[in-house]
């Protein structure tokens, strides 16, 4: 396939895979590079230069295709020392990164960008891809307010953000939020995007390193199974109702301080859910898509099965012209 993205960043199918906190570790990663997708290091799993400098030899002892890293630019409870991890990624000659969370990434293009590395960051409304595009990175990442993971405040939904930001900037734009069939995809890519970004839909692959249970769990969870957290705090986010996500949602209408719903968000309670399977402890962020995902595949099978559907969708509408 020949879009904008598929070209600057040499990848087969015009998929990227987004960074997910706890969960897109090194081999993860190399699977969905390795299947002609973009995977996306979650550079927070990391907490030294060294296991992060392990973890992209991982990644290019298992494929020699392209990989992003992500840089944290969220609230996190953990400092991030993004000035560290820069230097293993000029180091180590990563050629993609991409940025994401409440703050411009000027100090990060500054940096990167004078070295060749190819830029990207991620937001949720208009004015911030604009200011970003401005800025000089090479691709504009938006995703809807159906998206998992963080949300915004704008609640812009994919179908009217996807366009709004392809009008106002003139780099090549990555749409989501919300796709997890093909069908989407040609949504998206009908919408004047280059590329699709997917996080849900990719929980529910052979390679993703979280518990049956929770995989499971995600399976048989509908449309309507995901809520808002966080709003309070302006960091919202989306993620699958379950008893720990109601009680947060109890204490932000009592106005509760963050110190009082940290406990119940901290990631190591998350943790118990990706890797133990305790479905009650933590959260997870999951988009409204999960509802249309029936099946747990391998990255590479999903792609091709991906590319099949967005075929299938853009010989319908032909078909519907003639
Ligand atoms: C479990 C999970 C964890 C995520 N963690 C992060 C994160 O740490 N940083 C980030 O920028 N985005 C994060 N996201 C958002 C994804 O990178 C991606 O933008 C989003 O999943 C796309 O929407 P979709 O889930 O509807 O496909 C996360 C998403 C999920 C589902």
Redesign the pocket.
């Known amino acids: 396939m020949n879009t904008a993205i598929t070209k600057m960043f040499n990848i087969t199918f015009p998929f990227v895979?987004?960074?997910?906190?706890?969960?897109?570790n090194a081999e993860f990663v190399a699977a969905v590079s390795d299947a002609g997708g973009l995977g996306?290091l979650?550079s927070?799993l990391y907490d030294d230069k060294k296991s992060f400098q392990d973890a992209l030899k991982t990644i290019k002892d298992r494929t020699d295709k392209p990989f992003a890293v992500?840089l944290?630019l969220?609230p996190a409870i953990r400092p991030v020392d993004n000035d560290a991890l820069m230097e293993v990624i000029l180091e180590e000659g990563v050629k993609i990164v991409?940025t994401?969370?409440a703050r411009a990434p000027d100090d990060i293009i500054n940096r990167l960008k004078p070295e060749g590395v190819k830029l990207m960051h991620?937001c949720v409304g208009v004015r911030y891809a604009v200011k970003v595009a401005a800025l000089g990175v090479d691709a504009v990442?938006v995703?809807?307010f159906?998206?998992?993971?963080?949300t915004g405040m704008l609640d812009i939904t994919?179908l009217c953000l996807v366009p709004a930001v392809v009008n106002a900037v003139d780099v090549p734009v990555i749409g989501?939020?919300?796709?997890?069939t093909g069908h989407a995809i040609a949504a998206i890519l009908s919408l004047g995007a280059e590329a699709?970004?997917?996080?849900?839909?990719?929980?529910l692959t052979e390679e993703c390193p979280?518990h049956d249970n929770l995989k499971n769990a995600l399976l048989s969870s509908k449309e309507t199974d995901t809520t808002l957290i966080m709003r309070s705090f302006k960091n919202t986010h989306?993620?699958l109702i379950n008893e720990t996500v109601l009680k947060v949602q109890e204490l932000e209408k009592e106005n509760a301080p963050i110190e009082k719903v940290l406990p119940f968000i901290a990631g190591d309670e998350s943790k118990k859910m990706?890797q133990e399977g305790d479905l009650s402890s933590g959260y997870?962020?999951?988009?409204?898509?999960?509802g249309q995902i029936s099946k747990v595949m391998p990255v590479k099978e999903l792609f091709l099965e991906l590319a099949e559907e967005l075929k299938a969708s853009n010989q319908r509408v032909n078909q519907m012209l003639n």
């Open positions: 895979c987004g960074t997910m906190m706890n969960i897109t996306i979650a927070t992500n944290n969220f991409e994401s969370g991620k990442t995703v809807g159906e998206n998992g993971g963080a994919t989501g939020g919300g796709v997890s699709v970004i997917m996080g849900t839909r990719l929980l979280i989306r993620c990706i997870i962020s999951c988009g409204q898509g999960v």
